[in-house]
């Protein structure tokens, strides 16, 4: 059984700082491309950071880069995001992603529960 498990969300204040976990398990972790997502309320699911399965290359929303940074460890089947000088524009549920190709170029992904977090003063 596939579990992704997201962790380290919660309230924090303007400016301030959180790291997320995902813990992967049921999964080849090292054969899976990892992303964060989020949702803010009312608004819909967006891509805010991506690694690759080695970690030799990142992607970032225009509105985290040079504030979030993402990265990985295989050796712990777990992706991290650092988040840094948080706005309230930050506030949502973020998710973890695990995605690969398999054959004939199927998509194969799955997703955490989510974790809540708010950047409220």
């Known amino acids: 059984q596939v579990q992704l498990v997201e962790s380290g969300g919660g309230l924090v204040q303007p400016g301030g700082s959180l790291r997320l976990s995902c813990a992967a398990s049921?999964?080849?972790?090292?054969?899976?491309?990892m992303s964060w997502y989020r949702q803010g309320l009312g608004k819909e699911r967006e891509l805010v950071a991506a690694i690759t399965n080695a970690g030799g290359s990142t992607n970032y929303a225009d509105s985290v880069k040079g504030r979030f940074t993402i990265s990985r460890d295989n050796a712990k089947d777990t992706v991290y995001l650092e988040m840094s000088s948080l706005k309230p524009e930050d506030t949502a549920v973020y998710f973890c992603?695990?995605?690969?190709?398999?054959?004939?170029?199927?998509?194969?992904?799955?997703w955490g529960q989510g974790t809540q977090v708010t950047v409220s003063s």
């Open positions: 049921g999964i080849t972790f090292s054969g899976y491309a």
């Open positions: 992603n695990a995605k690969r190709t398999g054959y004939w170029g199927l998509i194969i992904d799955y």
